[in-house]
Nanobody
Framework: QVQLVESGGGLVQAGGSLRLSCAAS????????MGWYRQAPGKQRELVAR???????NYADSVKGRFTISRDNAKNTVYLQMNSLKPEDTAVYYC?????????WGQGTQVTVSS
């Protein structure tokens, strides 16, 4: 049973930074791709960033140059460093793990950026 627990969300002013963490359990973490999605009120859930098991990353155009995804396989944890935050980054952020054709989701953590 895969479990993902996010932390690190909160309220920050525009231009500030936050780092999200996602701790995984119940699987061999290092072999799986991981990622972060977000969903703003009234909008569809969108992919923010993804990191492959070998460390290759990709980002949504809207966050390139501002957000960095990384992973620590020894700690079974994936991170999302978010810099130069904008009000439009306000959303619930979800961690995902990709395994065997399935996508596992965390419970989400709220990020609110005030202008």
């Amino acid at each position: 049973q895969v479990q993902l627990v996010e932390s690190g969300g909160g309220l920050v002013q525009a231009g500030g930074s936050l780092r999200l963490s996602c701790a995984a359990s119940g699987s061999i973490f290092s072999v799986h791709a991981m990622g972060w999605y977000r969903q703003a009120p009234g909008k569809q859930r969108e992919l923010v960033a993804r990191i492959a098991s070998v460390g290759i990353t990709n980002y949504a155009d809207s966050v390139k140059g501002r957000f960095t995804i990384s992973r620590d396989n020894a700690k079974n944890t994936v991170y999302l460093q978010m810099n130069s935050l904008k009000p439009e980054d306000t959303a619930v952020y979800y961690c995902i793990l990709l395994k065997g054709g399935n996508t596992y989701w965390g419970q989400g953590t709220q990020v609110t950026v005030s202008s």
